[in-house]
């Protein structure tokens, strides 16, 4: 018996880093997520006492773990165990903590949910995919047998775990990478506008247009104040996002309400991540109530605050650096526009008190 194993080693070896490389080389010419995934299992699959796989992603919009490929899993656990919401069940276990979890048999763990215990395996690997330092999924390995899986086993499955997270990185960066140009070039055609036309409404119209494009952001609207005193108001110019009975409830925001006001009267950005455990600062008279991510930003005039921007995103979490820098600079073109038009709009007021002066000098002249 020694001999036959200590024959057959090296060849379990030689297999191993076949599929290894097989893997490696698919997620090097290929950015196909499920071709990688479905090429990563099916090679999974030709080893020994690995009965099934699976592959869970977090979905940063709804903060659940979605199967995105598997083998050999009968249809009742994926009818019930295809979405796995936050924090349910030992898949969650191992995205919170980012540590591998080896169990010989599932029925000795309370974790496990009644789709799993009828799913027909016993001894489990689940090896977590880690992105940016966190983890953002998990590759499950199941045997039917009741055996933990051995040392030299659980270093082939991380190997083929960290290459499908190397994957997701390739993805997820191109991904990035082309939102960035997009929204680069959307940036690019609002300061091309507003350098280039002192027409308020044409400004608005156009970025209200362009900022539709943008992925990371759901609602847009820009208030600006009218009235003095305690009777000013916030007065929505334009929106995208917001719907009918929104519109009609937040058009005109009285002195002193909400976060827009709280934005107005202090000059300072607001930023909302809607996952406080305590009381929402924001007001539910303002556009910006609800679980979301608000940025809002001051626009100002001669060192005065007259005007705020909302930019909401429906998803949890938070807005990337990068979303940050394109938002900031967005506010800023905005404000650009809005000041500018209020100093044509001066000048327009100053030109017309110059003319009457003029007319009233030259009327006095005239007398004498």
Known sequence: MEIKQSLRLP?????????????????????????????????VMELEKVDMAAIYIVEEGTNSAVLQAHRNFPPSYLEKASVIP??????????????????????????IGPAG????YHGILGV????GGRAIGVIWFARDEEEKFTRSEIDLL???????????????????LEERNENLSILSAIVEKVHGSSDLNLIFETFLDMVGGM??????????????????????????????ECVEK???????????????????????NGLSDGPSRVSPMDPTFGSRIVL??????????????????????????????????????IGTAVSKAKMFEEAGERAKELEWLYRDLKATQDQL
């Open 215 to 244: 992925n990371m952001i759901d609602i847009v609207c820009v208030y600006l104040v009218e009235g003095a005193g305690d009777e000013r108001e916030a007065v929505l110019r334009i929106q995208r996002g917001l719907d009918a």
């Open 86 to 111: 936050y924090p349910a069940g030992i898949t969650w276990k191992v995205i919170n903590t980012g540590r591998m979890l080896n169990i010989d048999d599932i029925n000795k763990v309370k974790e």
């Open 11 to 43: 060849r379990r070896i030689a297999d191993n880093l076949r599929i290894l490389i097989k893997i490696a080389e698919t997620v090097h010419n290929s950015s196909d997520l499920d071709k990688i995934y479905d090429t990563a299992l099916d090679l």
């Open 296 to 333: 809002s930003l001051p626009l100002k005039h001669r060192g005065q605050t007259i005007g705020v921007i909302h930019f909401t995103r429906r998803e949890k979490g938070q807005f990337e650096k990068h979303e940050l820098d394109i938002l900031y600079s967005l506010g800023n073109q």
């Open 250 to 272: 937040t058009a005109r925001i009285p002195y002193p309400g909400g976060i827009t006001w709280e934005v107005i009267n202090t000059g300072e950005m607001f930023c909302y």
């Open 117 to 120: 215990m009828k799913a027909g």
């Open 158 to 176: 991380t190997s083929i775990g960290n290459q499908i997270a190397i994957a997701i990185a390739r993805a997820k960066q191109t991904s990035e």
């Open 128 to 131: 977590p995919i880690l992105y």
